[in-house]
DNA sequence: GTCTATAGCGCGATAGAC
DNA sequence: GTCTATCGCGCTATAGAC
């Protein structure tokens, strides 16, 4: 346990502990980070933090609250409004990764949450607004044909949000490849594949191995 | 409280307990599932559950070597081991998403472990040796001149598993779609891309900070 | 093989001194 | 604004009756 230094050091505000606490929260999980871990990496005891915020969830609020902020911007942005759906859908696809890439913390407590709570069923329900508005501009890009037509819409904007949800999971801000050209890597697999160019691969199946979808 | 039926019901064994306890672990989460819920579920109070099990964390366990099992088993049929490393990388992909899908529960285990505790620790530890295996044959492909070559390989390979990763997230067996089916589309996806093969899209990036990528 | 009852512990949050 | 001390609760796990 470090015992406070009781000499000189820069007073807090909510915001520090917020930012700390959002540190925690993405290394360890929300339901996983107890208030006395938070009020360690400031070097205070726990008492302390309520302070400064009134509870564990207003933490978790005020993280949620910027993700969705930021989420629900980029759709608002010109270049996700005018044009083809392809080119819209390419922009936002690029932008949702940035803007995860930017606040992972804070956008890792929405993809993780479960609903468990009310609170938390709340934020399920806005997360819902988004992943729709994401889906609906998928589905004009295949009503415009742009998009392959042998898999449903709906899947292919799963499996997208999916790719850019997983990015929390593996990035940290001091690796070699900026955010932004990681956001760029994304959408281009999404949309133009993994592939060379030139590649042909064999388009064939695995061989059908029983489909044993457990729990019917 | 579900007070239990006194009169006929099915005994269980360890395995009924286990897959009660999976299908609550993948809808609550493994930490946020109390030993209480998973006795609910079968009707029987939370202290029966310890003449079948030893502890939740055995329930843990149990799942994850499931997901490991499987999961490490896919690299070892013959179609991943022999051909080009294009070909095999697309039926490596496809397979690791149907066993995803088909061991959501279980997959979930290892895909949300945070590594708080020492034997979370231990997951994180094995969770890598699969993730390397992937990486490898990304590289593969990528020497091979099958892959894109303006992001780095290991860019793909996490990527690519961050998709696979996030299907449990949305995944219920129920659905309209088998998980072959699925597991297809997310390999076509990956490897080939969303669009539509006619469909030129801008390839460029949003205007804001667009570098763009790229290092072999 | 299931029950009731409870030990033991860690957590979020509060009270009040300094 | 931080501290020490503690309350109250829910959790895992155990004890022992039936």
């Known amino acids: 346990m470090g015992r406070p230094a009781m ?3 820069a007073p807090f505000d909510v915001d520090a502990v917020a930012a700390a606490a959002m540190d925690v929260f993405l290394r360890r999980g929300y339901a996983a980070t107890s208030m006395d871990q938070i009020a360690e990496t400031l ?3 726990k008492a302390s933090l309520y302070h400064h915020v009134a509870s564990k969830e207003e933490l978790l609020r005020r993280g949620v609250e910027r993700a969705f902020d930021a989420l629900t911007a980029v759709f608002d942005e010109p270049s996700a409004r005018h044009g083809r759906a392809i ?3 390419r922009y936002v696809l690029t932008r949702i990764a940035e803007v995860t890439l930017a606040r992972a913390a804070e956008a890792s407590l929405v993809i993780r949450t479960r609903g468990n709570t009310p609170f938390e069923e709340a934020i399920i329900h806005r997360r819902r607004a988004i992943d729709a508005a994401f889906a609906a501009l998928v589905g004009a890009a295949a009503d415009e044909g742009t998009l392959r ?3 449903p819409p709906a899947l292919l904007a799963r499996m997208m949000l999916g790719t850019t ?3 929390t ?3 940290r801000a001091d690796g070699v490849l900026t955010a932004a050209e990681i956001a760029q890597a994304v959408a281009a697999m999404l949309l133009d594949g993994a592939r060379a160019p030139s ?6 199946a695995p061989p059908r191995r029983g489909r044993r979808v457990r729990r019917g």
């Open 165 to 167: 949800n997983a990015l």
């Open 149 to 151: 037509a042998d898999m």
């Open 199 to 204: 590649a042909i691969s064999a388009a064939a």
């Open 169 to 171: 999971e593996w990035y």
């Open 87 to 89: 080119d819209r859908l």
């Open 43 to 45: 070097g205070i005891r």
């Open 7 to 9: 000499s000189a050091r």
